[in-house]
């Protein structure tokens, strides 16, 4: 079955302690993004990749880092989370990156940060 | 800032009536695409549309592009409790989406 899959689906932390969110897409897509959600914000992307050792900034990448060391996987680092990290964080997959950027979205990750 | 302004940010309405969800911007997208997310899930793709002044159905939702490519708009005709969910529009703009902050809307039955 095609689909993006992160872990861990929830996941509650103290400040300051690093954790990784894995995401991993068994379609061969080249294009692999992170987004955080919140309430009344909406999807904000924090970095994106448009292949193998490629990654770019999103709008809000402070705080977070990215590798892309194989196509199939995009882990987002937190190195030293804070508070303000808590949120629903969204690992997306696409073919391709332009006009029609189609995003297959996993089911996501509910991160607390105390 | 919110480059992409979504209204209403939550609509409940009885089951058969119609309703419309509005995404503008000022900005041109080459595209813009329309998600449905689900508690507990991601969002999943509803439509892409492409051409200024495109419409396009799907069952009972219609999805139009305004000419300009700077907004679009959702409406949905005898909506049911299976709509209930966060709509979501997203804009492309070279390699990224611009997104939203999404419409939640509950049916009522």
Not at chain 1, 60 to 76: A, D, H, I, M
Not at chain 2, 77 to 87: E, H, I, K
Not at chain 2, 94 to 107: D, E, F, P, R, S
């Amino acid at each position: 079955e095609a689909q993006v899959t992160q872990n861990p689906r929830y996941l509650i932390t103290v400040t300051g302690k690093k954790l990784t969110v894995t995401c991993s897409q068994n379609m061969n897509h080249e294009y692999m993004s992170w987004y955080r959600q919140d309430p009344g914000l909406g999807l904000r992307q924090i970095y994106y990749s448009m292949n193998v050792e490629v990654t770019d900034k999103g709008d809000v990448p402070e705080g977070y880092k990215v590798s892309r060391k194989e196509k199939r996987n995009f882990p987002l680092i937190l190195e030293s989370p804070s508070p303000n990290q808590t949120s629903l964080y969204f690992c997306a997959s696409s073919p391709i990156a332009g006009v029609k950027n189609i995003q297959y979205f996993g089911a996501g990750t509910r991160l607390s940060v105390l | 800032t919110q480059l992409l302004e979504q209204s209403p940010q939550f609509l409940s309405i009885q089951e058969g009536e119609n309703l419309t969800v509005y995404c503008n911007s000022s900005s041109v997208f080459s595209s813009l695409q329309w998600y449905r997310q689900e508690p507990g899930e991601g969002p999943v793709l509803l439509v892409t549309v492409v051409t200024g002044g495109e419409v396009k159905k799907l069952k009972r939702l219609t999805f139009q592009f305004g000419d300009a490519r700077k907004d679009s708009s959702l409406h949905i005709t005898a909506a049911q409790p299976g709509d209930t969910g966060l709509y979501l529009c997203a804009g492309a703009r070279n390699y990224q989406l611009i997104w939203g902050a999404g419409t939640k809307l509950i049916i009522k039955p």
